[in-house]
């Protein structure tokens, strides 16, 4: 079974540190690019952060860039998010998910989805 | 940046209604639009990618159109499992702000 499990949310104080983890299985996970992307309590959806298959790329939203870090080790098809600075405005559930990304016939999305983890920056 | 901006937010239909959303984007994207279903406490669902192509496992009665600017999410009837929020999303990236369906 295709799956992807994200673990490490809780609560934090306000310019404290967090790091994400989210296990796949199921896939070969060396094959995909991979995304970070969070809900706020009542919001809409935000893509936070993705990386290429060898890591050799990766983009973030504005509002994280030089606090967050995404990673991934292929070795034990595990993608991280290392969250630093964290603000009262990061609080969410933060998803990971897998990225078909694209080509020249368009966009093919992120199809697998994990449950989510609660990240609440709060003092 | 591209932005996005889906319309309506907000819309309230009966069972076996047609409905449709469309998103906007404020430059031309081609045809990097995906679209997404999410319903209340759980992880959203690829519905439409590449604008118009059906994801595998979704039904029929779910549609995308559009190109460059404007894109369209329609359905055909509306069932009773497809009252969510539905989200537009741009190469990979950025979302839409999304559009809640209710029931009537």
């Known amino acids: 079974e295709v799956q992807l499990v994200e673990s490490g949310g809780g609560l934090v104080q306000p310019g404290g540190s967090l790091r994400l983890s989210c296990a796949a299985s199921?896939?070969?996970?060396?094959?995909?690019?991979m995304s970070w992307v969070r809900q706020a309590p009542g919001k809409g959806l935000e893509w936070v952060a993705n990386i290429k298959q060898d890591g050799s790329e990766k983009y973030y939203v504005d509002s994280v860039k030089g606090r967050f870090t995404i990673s991934r080790d292929n070795a034990k098809n595990s993608l991280y998010l290392q969250m630093n600075s964290l603000r009262a405005e990061d609080t969410a559930v933060y998803y990971c998910?897998?990225?078909?990304?694209?080509?020249?016939?368009?966009?093919?999305?992120?199809?697998?989805w994990g449950q989510g983890t609660t990240v609440n920056v709060s003092s | 940046d591209i932005q996005l901006t889906q319309s309506p937010s907000f819309l309230s239909a009966s069972v076996g209604d047609r409905v449709t959303i469309t998103c906007r984007a404020s430059?031309?994207?081609?045809?990097?639009l995906a679209w997404y279903q999410q319903k209340p406490g759980k992880a959203p669902k690829l519905l439409i990618y590449a604008a118009s192509t059906l994801q595998s496992g979704v039904p029929s009665r779910f549609s995308g159109s559009g190109s460059g600017t404007e894109f369209t999410l329609t359905i055909s009837s509306l069932q009773p499992e497809d009252f969510a929020t539905y989200y537009c999303q741009q190469l990979n990236s950025y979302f839409g702000g999304g559009t809640k369906v209710e029931i009537k």
């Open positions: 430059q031309g994207i081609s045809s990097y």
């Open positions: 199921g896939f070969t996970f060396s094959s995909y690019w």
């Open positions: 998910a897998r990225d078909r990304t694209y080509d020249s016939s368009g966009y093919y999305g992120m199809d697998v």
